[in-house]
């Protein structure tokens, strides 16, 4: 290995390009496991990694818009409207797909997991004021920035 190969295998691991990750999702499903494939392409260097993980959260949110606050100023009480927003972490889930492995160069790869939420877990809903999502993320836990598919919304 030359030393550009070198600075660009460190430019690779320090932005996260080593490689580019993907996810597809079957429906997110309460009941029962459901399927989620993630793939990896690699660049022009091999990636060597400690794990490919998929990380799930259930989010809810919540946003009133128009609401009066009062605070003081110097003495005197005021009022104020604004939007009052809130958020909660309802399911956290961390899932090893695969163990420690080693990636060549300009290939694609592709590993299946199973998903099963837990029993308690809050269905998918969207209202005026609030919602309950959840939104997954799959990536290779490798040196320096993890090359990662960025947050997927799921849907039922």
């Not at 091999?46 to 009066?68: A, F």
């Not at 080693?102 to 590993?111: A, D, N």
């Amino acid at each position: 290995m030359g030393f550009f190969d070198s600075v660009k295998s460190l430019t690779n691991a320090i932005t996260g390009g080593a490689a580019t990750v993907t996810l597809q999702c079957d429906r997110i499903s309460f009941n029962e496991p459901f399927k989620v494939v993630v793939t990896a392409v690699t660049e022009s260097t091999s990636v060597k990694l400690d794990r490919v993980y998929l990380y799930l959260q259930g989010y809810e949110e919540v946003e009133v818009p128009d609401v009066d606050i009062e605070y003081e100023d110097d003495g005197d009480v005021r009022r104020r409207t604004e939007t009052v927003r809130a958020s909660n972490e309802t399911v956290d889930l961390d899932i090893t797909v695969a163990e420690a492995q080693e990636l060549e160069p300009h290939q694609t790869y592709e590993w299946e997991v199973e998903i099963e939420l837990p029993s308690d877990a809050p269905k998918i809903y969207r209202g005026h004021y609030c919602q309950h999502t959840y939104r997954v993320l799959a990536g290779l836990d490798c040196f320096g920035n993890d090359p990662d598919s960025g947050w997927v919304e799921l849907y039922d």
